[in-house]
Nanobody, 114 residues
């Protein structure tokens, strides 16, 4: 069993910033895990946002490149997603997970609105 707990979401105005956090626990060797951030907007399928390997290499979908930044602290089993220049279309529930694990947290709601 693996657990992921996301936090840090909220309501922000367009152009604003948020930092999401994800705590991993359970049967996971976190420092070896490639972590992924996904999001799901109302009425849409869940979509990949960013990946970060255990060593910190990152990959981003085009729609967040230059605005979002993934990071991690392996000593704390934590992953982070810094989101800047937020747009209304970034509104979604954001999830973190270890890729291919099949485990999901409850997500954290991000709402971008004036």
């Amino acid at each position: 069993q693996v657990q992921f707990v996301e936090s840090g979401g909220g309501l922000v105005q367009p152009g604003g910033s948020l930092r999401l956090s994800c705590l991993a626990s359970g049967e996971i060797i976190f420092k070896a895990a490639t972590m992924a951030w996904y999001r799901q907007a109302p009425g849409k399928q869940r979509e990949l946002v960013a990946l970060i390997t255990g060593s910190g290499a990152t990959n981003y979908k085009d729609f967040v490149k230059g605005r979002f930044s993934a990071s991690r602290d392996n000593a704390k089993n934590m992953a982070y997603l810094q989101m800047d220049s937020l747009k209304p279309e970034d509104t979604a529930v954001y999830y973190c997970t270890k890729i291919y694990s099949g485990y999901w947290g409850q997500g954290t709601q991000v709402t971008v609105s004036s």
